[in-house]
């Protein structure tokens, strides 16, 4: 009987903790329309691929990357990959195509919305940063790194599609409802 209470206990609590999670996670969701830029994206993609010069190199789609992320570290994930659009790639490419230019420049404008409201949620500690996410970040770091900036900016914005994609898997998918 008190095996029975304990288990029933134990069981009671790990549902509080998940759905006290659960509940955290959904205030640090994304409330930006993912499919808007993916749209901006796809009018562009064709021509930032066409540049190019590394087909055979990958910046976020290794294995140790964005597909080994679990759910605790998604919002810092997010949060971090962002940033490295933001602070990296999106300065370091340089594009005199002015209406290639307007298209980043909104995408850019998006991302930092959604970084901003990360990092609130990070000060409200609701953001939580494991080492798994830190280690992920740095080998997407490391892969940007091993090219030569510019190769690497284009890169990494042929690559957007992949980033957008997740983002739309974990942060606006049917368990975020």
Known sequence: MKGQR?????VAAMFFL?????????????????????????????TIQAKDTFQNVTILST??????????????MTKNLLAFYVDKVFKDHQELNPQILRKISSIANSFLYMKKALQRCQEQRQCHCRDEAT????????????????????KSLGELDVFLAWIDKNHQGPSAA
């Open 63 to 76: 294995p140790e990357t964005l597909h080994s992320i679990k759910p605790l570290d998604v919002c810092c």
């Open 6 to 10: 304990v288990s029933l206990w134990l």
């Open 135 to 154: 280690n992920a970040t740095r080998i997407i770091h490391d892969n940007y790194d091993q090219l030569e900036v510019r190769s690497a900016a284009i």
């Open 18 to 46: 998940c759905s006290v999670h659960t509940r955290g996670l959904r205030r640090c969701l994304i409330s930006m329309d993912i499919h808007h830029i993916e749209e901006t994206f796809q009018e562009i993609k064709k």
